[in-house]
């Protein structure tokens, strides 16, 4: 039981605030964007900078309270009930030097902020599908976007990061300091400590040739078949993804998009728009698409490519990557979700990788992706009503559907909510997993970043 005194003592310290269960801003401070997660913690810190973070570590570690952390909230269902909450959302550092590239991104900035402040340089980051979520986040399970199979992983342009550990101390993680907690937070996700801070190189890329194709139901067989043909002979220097949709009819929605059951195709090639409208000819003749927004677009638009939503909203998923694709997969996948089907599944997507997402940094790094040929994802209808058995039943089913196709590998940002240790583990090989359990122990002996399930 904290002592009311043992907490003004660290809010005496604290530039940023210090709030509890029954103080009016506490529930809106606490929410994240996944509004299935419940957060209750016994304290939560709005950190004002790097040494509040510090100072509440400190404070954790001397009154045995666990910690977590919480950046935008674009993370899996984690029910939080005790010890403190790390919010970052006010640590929005963010510059670029425009000689060399280098952006230094602050823990609460989202990806949108520091495309924005990339495009007049001509500049881009190799980001994840949303622009939504935040930038760190991201980066710390390795990252892959829609310039995955030309650029490779997020996590492979990092050039260093600022982290509270578990002793409270702020450590510089680099290929030159503290290699081997660099190596761990590229790809690694968490129980490290609080990311604070990072700094990674940006490229120059101002414009890509880029968007969607939208099918209407009658399309999806033959889009999603002639699609996984096509992936076959797919140049490198292209990145696609298919994403079965049943849409809500909602205002919020754009035409043709309200209450659609459809499927997207996803296209970027990172070059000139007449190469890149050869390239995407292929995907165009699958069918007749309802809707072709596939052109030159600037990177600081990458977003629209797959057009993730923004606001908050409870979801439920799972994702797993695949050991390749054929026509029994796509027949399993429309058994669940094709013409014909009811499903609470409003997004069901394939995303091919390959290319330099399976070549590793020189120094290595812990990104549990390397390798594999395809991810699989699908989420739930955003109905609360249908979260306890109608939803979790159908992502259960779909996962039986394509069992023979799923990798024994995962990558920690597809993981979603890790069930249990197997799953947990899965989500990198075994020696890389092996490693950053032990330097997990070794930057946060006490466990305090809890991270994981408990081993089985």
């Given at each position: 039981?904290l002592?009311?005194?043992?907490?003004?003592?660290?809010?005496?310290k604290?530039?940023?605030?210090?709030?509890?269960?029954?103080d009016?801003?506490?529930?809106?401070?606490?929410?994240?964007?996944?509004?299935?997660?419940?957060?209750?913690?016994?304290?939560?810190?709005?950190?004002?900078?790097?040494?509040?973070?510090a100072?509440?570590?400190?404070?954790?570690?001397?009154?045995?309270?666990?910690i977590?952390?919480?950046?935008?909230?674009?993370?899996?269902?984690?029910?939080?009930?005790?010890?403190?909450?790390?919010?970052?959302?006010?640590?929005?550092?963010?510059?670029?030097?425009?000689?060399?590239?280098?952006a230094?991104?602050?823990?609460?900035?989202?990806?949108?902020?520091?495309?924005?402040?990339?495009?007049?340089?001509?500049?881009?980051?190799?980001t994840?599908?949303?622009?939504?979520?935040?930038?760190?986040?991201?980066?710390?399970?390795?990252?892959?976007?829609?310039?995955?199979?030309?650029?490779?992983?997020?996590?492979?342009?990092?050039?260093?990061?600022?982290?509270?550990?578990?002793?409270?101390?702020?450590?510089?993680?680099?290929?030159?300091?503290?290699?081997?907690?660099?190596?761990?937070?590229?790809?690694?996700?968490?129980?490290?400590?609080?990311?604070?801070?990072?700094?990674?190189?940006?490229?120059?890329?101002?414009?890509?040739?880029?968007?969607?194709?939208?099918?209407?139901?009658?399309?999806?067989?033959?889009?999603?078949?002639?699609?996984?043909?096509?992936?076959?002979?797919?140049?490198?220097?292209?990145?696609?993804?298919?994403?079965v949709m049943?849409?809500?009819?909602?205002?919020?929605?754009?035409e043709?998009?309200?209450g659609?059951?459809?499927?997207?195709?996803r296209?970027?090639?990172?070059?000139?728009?007449?190469?890149?409208?050869?390239?995407?000819?292929?995907?165009?003749d699958?069918?007749?698409?309802?809707?072709?927004?596939?052109?030159?677009?600037?990177t600081?638009?990458m977003?629209?490519?797959?057009?993730?939503?923004?606001?908050?909203?409870?979801?439920?998923?799972?994702g797993?990557?695949?050991?390749?694709v054929?026509?029994?997969?796509?027949?399993?996948?429309?058994?669940?979700?094709g013409?014909?089907?009811?499903?609470?599944l409003?997004?069901?997507?394939i995303?091919?990788?390959?290319?330099?997402?399976?070549?590793?940094?020189?120094?290595?790094?812990?990104?549990?992706?390397?390798?594999?040929?395809?991810?699989?994802?699908?989420?739930?209808?955003?109905?609360?009503?249908?979260?306890?058995?109608?939803?979790?039943?159908?992502?259960?089913?779909?996962?039986?559907?394509?069992?023979?196709?799923?990798?024994?590998?995962?990558?920690?940002?597809f993981?979603?909510?890790f069930?249990?240790?197997?799953?947990?583990r899965?989500?990198?090989?075994?020696?890389?997993?092996?490693?950053?359990?032990?330097?997990r122990?070794?930057?946060?002996?006490?466990?305090?970043?809890?991270?994981?399930?408990t081993?089985?």
């Amino acid at each position: 039981m904290l002592e009311n005194s043992e907490i003004q003592e660290l809010e005496s310290k604290l530039t940023g605030s210090l709030l509890r269960p029954g103080d009016s801003n506490f529930p809106s401070t606490v929410t994240g964007f996944n509004l299935a997660s419940s957060y209750s913690p016994e304290l939560a810190l709005v950190a004002g900078g790097e040494e509040d973070v510090a100072e509440a570590v400190k404070f954790a570690a001397k009154h045995k309270l666990p910690i977590r952390i919480l950046g935008t909230g674009h993370g899996p269902t984690v029910h939080i009930s005790d010890g403190m909450l790390i919010v970052t959302r006010n640590l929005n550092r963010l510059s670029i030097n425009p000689e060399t590239g280098v952006a230094t991104i602050g823990a609460g900035l989202k990806w949108e902020a520091v495309q924005a402040a990339a495009a007049p340089m001509g500049l881009t980051a190799i980001t994840g599908s949303s622009p939504d979520v935040g930038a760190i986040g991201l980066t710390l399970g390795g990252g892959l976007g829609p310039l995955g199979r030309s650029h490779g992983a997020t996590s492979d342009y990092v050039k260093s990061f600022r982290v509270v550990t578990g002793d409270g101390e702020l450590r510089t993680a680099s290929a030159e300091e503290n290699p081997d907690l660099f190596w761990a937070l590229r790809g690694g996700k968490g129980g490290f400590g609080v990311v604070t801070e990072m700094e990674i190189q940006l490229v120059e890329l101002p414009v890509i040739y880029a968007g969607a194709l939208i099918f209407g139901t009658d399309q999806i067989e033959p889009a999603l078949r002639g699609w996984i043909d096509w992936t076959g002979s797919a140049p490198e220097e292209v990145t696609t993804s298919v994403a079965v949709m049943r849409l809500p009819d909602l205002e919020q929605l754009p035409e043709p998009m309200r209450g659609l059951h459809g499927l997207a195709v996803r296209f970027a090639y990172p070059g000139d728009a007449e190469t890149g409208e050869a390239l995407a000819k292929p995907l165009r003749d699958l069918g007749t698409a309802m809707a072709d927004m596939i052109s030159e677009l600037p990177t600081s638009m990458m977003g629209l490519i797959h057009n993730d939503p923004t606001d908050p909203m409870p979801a439920n998923d799972i994702g797993r990557l695949l050991s390749g694709v054929d026509q029994d997969l796509a027949t399993a996948v429309l058994s669940q979700v094709g013409a014909g089907t009811t499903s609470p599944l409003v997004v069901t997507e394939i995303r091919q990788l390959g290319g330099r997402l399976d070549v590793d940094v020189p120094e290595g790094s812990s990104y549990g992706g390397r390798g594999a040929k395809f991810s699989l994802y699908s989420v739930g209808a955003p109905d609360p009503r249908l979260a306890e058995s109608v939803i979790p039943q159908a992502l259960g089913s779909l996962l039986s559907a394509v069992e023979p196709w799923i990798s024994n590998q995962n990558t920690v940002n597809f993981a979603g909510k890790f069930e249990s240790w197997d799953h947990f583990r899965s989500a990198w090989p075994p020696e890389i997993f092996d490693r950053l359990q032990k330097l997990r122990g070794k930057f946060d002996p006490q466990g305090l970043f809890t991270y994981g399930p408990t081993p089985d």
